[in-house]
DNA sequence: ATTCTGACGTGGG
DNA sequence: CCCCACGCCAGAA
């Protein structure tokens, strides 16, 4: 009973990053435990995609690149939501990566 | 049931 | 420096 699904925990994570900032597939995994499967969290973001707050833009990869930009309703949705929080993004790469950079883990 | 791919990450050559 | 292969879990064909 209550058991969290990894999609819960991602979304819940997911969720609870601070406007403006920003985080990776990668870094999500580890916090949730799943280790290397961040291939996962990209799959979560899918699924989050049909349902409603959750911010998928706020997670890219950990080079920092908007590989998902293409799954939102355009594929320049997700660099105008950046923008818009304050997150420079320039040919599909995040500006000052790591000072926008938020780690899940801060949670804990 | 099996096989492949996928919004990733890490390691090796 | 660049390219390739492996591992991870889940869903679709």
């Not at 990668?26 to 799959?43: E, H």
């Not at 997700?78 to 780690?103: A, N, R, S």
Request: hydrophobic share 40%; net charge neutral; proline share 4%.
């Amino acid at each position: 009973m209550a058991e969290l699904n990894i999609y819960d925990l991602i979304y819940d994570i997911t969720r609870q990053i601070p406007r403006g900032r920003v985080t990776s597939y990668g870094a999500i995994a580890r916090c949730i435990g799943t280790g290397g499967s961040a291939r996962l969290v990209g799959w979560a973001m899918n699924a989050c995609h049909t349902l409603k707050n959750v911010p998928a833009h706020r997670v890219v990869n950990r080079n920092g690149l908007l590989t998902g930009k293409h799954h939102f309703a355009t594929p320049t949705l997700m660099q105008e939501l950046l923008e818009k929080e304050g997150v420079k993004v320039i040919d599909d790469q995040i500006q000052d990566f790591d000072k926008v950079f938020w780690d899940p883990m801060t949670l804990i």
